[in-house]
């Protein structure tokens, strides 16, 4: 079978361009409007809608948008100048509200889109004459879709309306929201079922299709985003089990796309990734709000080396000093930023003299063209599933030798000294260590604003930072747009 890529979705998406539009979540085309009996009788159809809803599930070009908001709303990212600058004046300052165009246009609207397109393989697939296993795996694809963004939406808004079938008489527009247990059995249940029929992590070889691997690790996302300690403990023994899945020895070239899945099978740490390529649309553009300004090459990472063909916004997209001053001066995981460059010049620039001014190079493309930077960024490891394990062991039994192994394993692969059980403390102490290693591992991949929420500090941080920041604010609101299409749907408190 060939690689799934986006560009094979693209070409599987012709059949359906004239015969499915780009509705919000309320504004849906009923299911008898672009004749399922003929688009999805065949497996070629089927994979077509299949293959509409994972464009929509890849996050493209806005990964930089996830990256930032999750890290300029925290004590990791910063950003000035320019446009993106104004775009993320509301999160550096804690002053969105329900009109903010991330909210729709990155959070909700694609995410419904994805749902759409797996709801409408759900309703119509009975119907189709495609061979039952082929069928049965298609379901389980679309059910993981499914249950990834209302995942996804979750760490966001709360909860949101669960739609589960295009059928408008099944489920009306005007859809209300769900109690938090309906929602989350919901969820849980889906990615459970979808584990079921998914293949394993080795048996699938179209790269960016759902495995068990990616149900099992989104599963564990959730859960312990909702604090469900003894499932995440289940869950995550559940993907180690499948015995796929393993640290990459070189922390920094993990990164590099050589190294992505699709292009290095032995890259085995990747478990669920954004697919990006040197086309726009489709590319990772963080990198280039992150080059400092006449940026050419940096001391520490001399493989890395600006071109001409690369851009280099004025926007300067950086990082917050306390931060990087929190990693060991050993830890090779620093080695991806820079606080000093050689510039068009030669000369030898100090970013530091700039507060809060060093730099990300953790998704650099040598091969980057114009804006369109090729770099995958991941959006689970098998780093993020032992950390999560080690979380969710010490907070239920304290730090354990089991827990304290798990962190090693991604201390001992940065270079740092490893805990041994007396070095530890609390729990409540080795709960802030893991924070901290989640911090140094996973900066600029979008995870710190969910792990200073989980952990009660998101808030309080930004307060301490000086920023007005209420508790209500551990939420997004929903966006307005939805609000006044739909009348069942309350907006969350303190947003109105």
Same mark, same amino acid.
């Given at each position: 079978?060939?690689?799934? @890529? ?86 550096? @300052? ?121 149900? =099992? ?123 000093? =460059? ?135 609101? =929903? ?18």
């Amino acid at each position: 079978m060939k690689n799934y @890529n986006l560009k094979l979705i693209i070409c599987l998406l012709v059949t359906l361009v004239t015969v499915m539009s780009c509705e919000t979540e309320l504004d849906l085309t009923p299911v008898d409007e672009f004749a399922p009996e003929n688009v999805l009788q065949s497996q070629a159809g089927l994979e077509t809608l299949l293959f509409s809803s994972y464009l929509a599930y890849n996050m493209g070009q806005s990964v930089r948008d996830e990256i930032l908001i999750n890290e300029v709303t925290t004590d990791v990212g910063y950003v000035r100048i320019g446009a993106v600058e104004n775009e993320m004046r509301p999160f550096l @300052n804690f002053n969105w509200d329900q009109s903010t165009g991330q909210f729709a246009s990155l959070f909700w609207t694609p995410r419904y889109r994805a749902i759409r397109d797996a709801n409408t393989l759900l309703d119509n697939i009975e119907k189709s004459s495609a061979d039952e296993d082929f069928k049965k795996l298609m379901v389980a694809e679309a059910r993981y879709i499914r249950a990834f963004e209302y995942a996804y939406m979750y760490k966001y808004f709360g909860v949101v309306p669960l739609r589960t079938s295009t059928d408008l008489v099944v489920q009306p527009k005007e859809l209300g929201l769900p109690t938090e247990e309906e929602f989350l059995t919901f969820v849980e249940t889906e990615f459970r079922e979808a584990a079921t029929d998914l293949l394993s992590p080795a048996q699938q070889n179209q790269t960016g299709r759902a495995t068990k691997g990616h149900a =099992y690790g989104a599963l564990t996302k959730f859960l312990m985003n909702t604090k469900q300690w003894g499932k995440v403990v289940d869950v995550t023994q559940e993907l180690m089990d499948l015995n796929h899945y393993e640290l990459f020895p070189n922390y920094r070239a993990t990164f590099f796309i050589e190294n992505e899945p699709q292009n290095n099978p032995n890259n085995k740490e990747i478990i669920i990734t954004w697919s990006l390529t040197n086309e726009l649309g489709f590319n990772n553009d963080y990198q280039n709000g992150a080059f400092p300004p006449a940026f050419r090459t940096s001391s520490n990472i001399p493989e890395f080396a600006w071109t001409t063909s690369m851009a280099n916004w004025a926007t300067q997209f950086s990082m917050r000093d306390g931060f990087v001053d929190s990693f060991d001066p050993n830890d090779d995981r620093k080695q991806t930023i820079i606080q000093n =460059y050689f510039n068009a010049s030669g000369v030898l620039v100090n970013l530091r003299t700039t507060p809060d001014n060093s730099r990300s190079l953790k998704y650099f493309d040598n091969n980057q063209i114009g804006n369109a930077c090729g770099a995958d960024t991941p959006y689970l490891r098998y780093a993020d599933i032992l950390l999560c394990r080690a979380e969710a062991l010490n907070e239920i039994n304290g730090p354990t030798q089991e827990a304290i192994d798990l962190v090693n394993l991604v201390r001992d692969r940065a270079n740092v000294n490893t805990y041994v059980l007396g070095d530890v403390g609390s729990k409540d102490n080795f709960r802030d260590l893991i924070l901290d290693e989640r911090g140094w591992e996973f900066f600029s991949e979008g995870k710190r604003r969910e792990d200073l929420i989980r952990h009660g500090k998101f808030i309080d941080m930004a307060r301490a930072r000086g920023l007005n920041a209420e508790a209500h604010e551990v939420y997004f609101p =929903y966006p307005q747009a939805e609000i006044n299409a739909n009348p069942a749907l309350d907006q969350r408190e303190g947003y109105n």
